[in-house]
């Protein structure tokens, strides 16, 4: 499939900055340009390399931007051989309430390819290969990104991030990342990339399972549009403290179908239900179904006549397999 390039210049480079407009796409940008606004401390083998530590610190940027928020990011560390040494194409975590994201030797070496190349060769030019690995090595950074961007860098925020559901945390900052990555590509590179990233299900993360999930779950608390829905992701993923999303898409689930007076025992139900139906845990998908229903119905005037009995009900046909509401600690180890 050959995608003619869409040249666009970056509507904004750096939060700490007046908006660029005159700013040239990355791959066209001075050194000088590439270190204008630059905030965070960059390290690693080939640090000098600007051109990819600029490029993480706009993707950090750009995710804090479309959620509303607060960069985050502190230090940025590429060629980090540890990550390849996990099969991991990049890793972040908080030091202390700092976010810290690392870029494989793979990843950096496949970014600054794509760049050295965009400067050559017209994207339409590109072997599909090529494509999907720029794309791709992108993702990765959006994907880091959203982990360490939060609504607020306090000890209790990042401890609850700390704490939180793993599938969760893993999904929705694969959601955000793939509802945004076409809009991101063209943005800082000026390269539309057509519907090549139109799909979670093109998502080559391992948390692709999770995200398909997620996004279904984003989806009813929206009109279902591709905007409301790359909104909505960004919001919970990085708006919402970390212990409090489950909750958060119950409400905007209850919102949507139920309306303003949904029942809050139906949406507390919706809550401790989400982990299990993010982790594939059978019968979830039915009750969230029959719980969906039911707020559809109340929505339409035809409310059920005992919710009590009604949640009941539920409980005792699905409920058996149900994980308990949260997970395990994931201690200080690196997301990837």
Do not use: C
């Amino acid at each position: 499939m050959q995608i003619s390039p869409t040249q666009r210049v970056p509507a904004h480079t750096a939060a700490s900055s007046t908006p660029a407009a005159a700013a040239p796409p990355l791959q066209d940008r001075t050194p000088d340009q590439l270190k204008d606004g630059m905030v965070v401390t960059v390290k690693g083998a080939g640090s000098t390399d600007l051109a990819v530590a600029r490029l993480i610190q706009d993707g950090a940027q750009y995710m804090a931007r479309v959620a509303n928020t607060t960069m985050g990011l502190a230090t940025v560390e590429i060629n980090y051989k540890q990550a390849d040494d996990q099969k991991a194409l990049g890793l972040a975590t908080f030091q202390g309430t700092k976010g810290w994201f690392a870029l494989s030797m793979r990843s950096t070496t496949g970014l600054l390819e794509g760049i050295d190349r965009l400067r050559t060769t017209p994207w339409a030019s590109w072997t599909e290969a090529q494509r999907q690995a720029f794309v791709q090595s992108n993702e990765t950074i959006l994907h880091e990104a959203a982990h360490v961007t939060l609504n607020g860098y306090t000890r209790d925020d990042v401890n609850a991030w700390r704490d939180a559901d793993r599938n969760i945390e893993e999904g929705i900052s694969e959601v955000a990342t793939m509802t945004h990555i076409r809009d991101f590509i063209l943005d800082e590179f000026g390269v539309d990339t057509g519907d090549l990233t139109d799909r979670i299900s093109q998502s080559t993360s391992a948390y692709t399972r999770f995200s398909e999930r997620l996004q279904r779950l984003i989806g009813m608390g929206t009109d279902g549009s591709k905007a409301a829905v790359a909104s909505a992701a960004s919001a919970v993923s990085d708006t919402v403290r970390a212990d409090q999303r489950a909750g958060e898409l119950a409400r905007r689930i209850g919102l949507n179908l139920g309306g303003e007076t949904a029942p809050a025992a139906i949406l507390d139900e919706i809550r401790k239900t989400i982990p299990g139906f993010i982790g594939e845990v059978n019968g979830t998908r039915t009750k969230l179904m029959e719980l969906q229903a039911a707020l559809v119905d109340h929505k339409a005037g035809q409310p059920l006549a005992d919710v009590d009995a009604f949640l009941a009900d539920l409980r005792a046909k699905y409920d058996r397999n149900l994980p308990a509401f949260g997970a395990p600690k994931n201690g200080t180890k690196p997301l990837d």
